[in-house]
């Protein structure tokens, strides 16, 4: 999958494109990955503000009580773009990480990422 910006996505081809060619499929699916996964975080950013504000509320009172202090000292504006949120608020809509990463991957690139992230004992990469 593509970056969908246009400077990182020429930027990825340029990084390829120098590395020798054993490299170059490692990395190409590393970019492919992490291209999809910024993809799919970014789809919870657009969602009107008063939802996000009630999904951020909801997810202050789901963490451990540390986390939570500490991201309601950061606020809404700090953390409505954050991995950990971004992914509540796509999966409080139904859009979980796993599934939408399946649809958008190469079957070879989604058992990639889903070794990596039983490795890293991790359910997001």
Same mark, same amino acid.
């Given at each position: 999958?593509?970056?969908?910006?246009? @400077?990182?996505?020429? $930027?990825? /081809?340029?990084?390829?494109?120098?590395? *020798?060619?054993?490299?170059?499929?490692?990395? $190409?699916?590393?970019?492919?990955?992490?291209? /999809?996964?910024?993809?799919?975080?970014?789809? /919870?950013?657009?969602?009107?503000?008063?939802?996000?504000?009630?999904?951020?509320?909801? !997810?202050?009172?789901?963490? *451990? *009580?540390?986390?939570?202090?500490?991201?309601? &000292?950061?606020?809404?504006? $700090?953390? @409505?773009?954050?991995? *950990?949120? &971004?992914?509540?608020?796509?999966?409080?809509?139904?859009?979980?990480?796993?599934? !939408?990463?399946?649809?958008?991957?190469? /079957?070879?690139?989604?058992?990639? !990422?889903?070794?990596?992230?039983? @490795? $890293?004992?991790?359910? &997001?990469?």
């Amino acid at each position: 999958m593509e970056h969908p910006v246009y @400077k990182y996505r020429k $930027a990825q /081809a340029e990084h390829l494109s120098q590395l *020798p060619e054993e490299e170059r499929e490692y990395k $190409a699916r590393e970019f492919r990955i992490g291209n /999809a996964c910024y993809i799919y975080h970014q789809q /919870a950013i657009p969602i009107q503000e008063n939802r996000l504000i009630m999904y951020y509320k909801e !997810w202050l009172e789901g963490l *451990p *009580p540390n986390i939570s202090r500490q991201m309601r &000292t950061l606020g809404f504006e $700090a953390c @409505k773009t954050i991995i *950990p949120f &971004t992914r509540y608020v796509n999966e409080r809509n139904d859009i979980g990480m796993r599934d !939408w990463l399946k649809e958008h991957l190469s /079957a070879s690139d989604f058992n990639y !990422w889903q070794e990596l992230s039983k @490795k $890293a004992d991790s359910p &997001t990469f």
